[in-house]
């Protein structure tokens, strides 16, 4: 995601789930201020336990954040930042996730997702059908996404599919740029 953000800047991390991601993030690129999210407390309290470890001058208290709520803690953000979020969470969440960003993101910012999509087209990996299956049974609600039909609804809310990396077991690095 590196060349995806920018050099400065806030970066929002939606569903930052126990913080490792915002730790590794705020090692890895001094120069931005990374703002933790997640709905859980169990979650909150560990993303707040990493930060306090580390204790990098450059990641927010996290906060409380549910992507289907309306109003959001933040105001704005330089770039959006999504891992593993969208295939355990109902659809709802990934409408959500675009809603905020659309409302957050000025033109010509990123909104970067990561994680597991079926893509038209592509052959769907044997352990992404078994992890696919293994979520639906969890819960009806949750399950790998097409990416084009996150796309599309992305495009509804004023951003345009950037970039599409593959990476590592089966999974995808998506950025999205506000229009």
Same mark, same amino acid.
């Given at each position: 995601?590196?060349?995806?953000?920018?050099?400065? &800047?806030?970066?929002?991390?939606?569903?930052? &789930?126990?913080?490792?991601?915002?730790?590794?993030?705020?090692?890895?690129?001094? &120069?931005?201020?990374?703002?933790? @999210?997640?709905?859980?407390?169990?979650?909150?309290?560990?993303?707040?336990?990493?930060?306090?470890?580390?204790?990098?001058? #450059?990641?927010?208290?996290?906060?409380?954040?549910?992507? @289907?709520?309306?109003?959001?803690?933040?105001?704005?953000?330089?770039?959006?930042?999504?891992? #593993?979020?969208?295939?355990?969470?109902?659809?709802?969440?990934?409408? &959500?996730?675009? $809603?905020?960003?659309? %409302?957050?993101?000025?033109?010509?910012?990123?909104?970067?997702?990561?994680?597991?999509?079926?893509?038209?087209?592509?052959?769907?990996?044997?352990? #992404?059908?078994?992890? $696919?299956?293994?979520? %639906?049974?969890?819960?009806?609600?949750?399950?790998?996404?097409?990416?084009? @039909?996150?796309?599309?609804?992305?495009?509804?809310?004023?951003?345009?599919?950037?970039?599409?990396?593959?990476?590592?077991? #089966?999974?995808?690095?998506?950025?999205?740029?506000?229009?």
């Amino acid at each position: 995601m590196r060349p995806w953000l920018p050099e400065r &800047g806030l970066v929002l991390e939606i569903a930052s &789930g126990s913080g490792e991601h915002a730790v590794f993030f705020a090692e890895a690129l001094p &120069g931005l201020v990374f703002q933790p @999210t997640d709905p859980e407390p169990a979650a909150i309290a560990s993303i707040g336990a990493w930060a306090a470890e580390t204790g990098l001058p #450059n990641i927010c208290p996290p906060l409380a954040l549910d992507v @289907t709520q309306a109003e959001w803690p933040v105001a704005e953000a330089d770039a959006v930042i999504c891992i #593993n979020m969208i295939h355990i969470a109902p659809w709802d969440a990934t409408l &959500g996730l675009l $809603d905020g960003a659309s %409302r957050l993101l000025s033109s010509g910012r990123s909104l970067c997702l990561y994680g597991p999509y079926r893509q038209a087209g592509v052959s769907f990996a044997p352990s #992404n059908q078994a992890f $696919d299956e293994d979520l %639906r049974r969890r819960n009806p609600a949750w399950g790998i996404r097409q990416l084009e @039909t996150v796309a599309h609804e992305a495009e509804l809310r004023g951003f345009r599919l950037e970039a599409v990396q593959p990476m590592p077991a #089966n999974n995808l690095c998506v950025r999205f740029v506000r229009d």
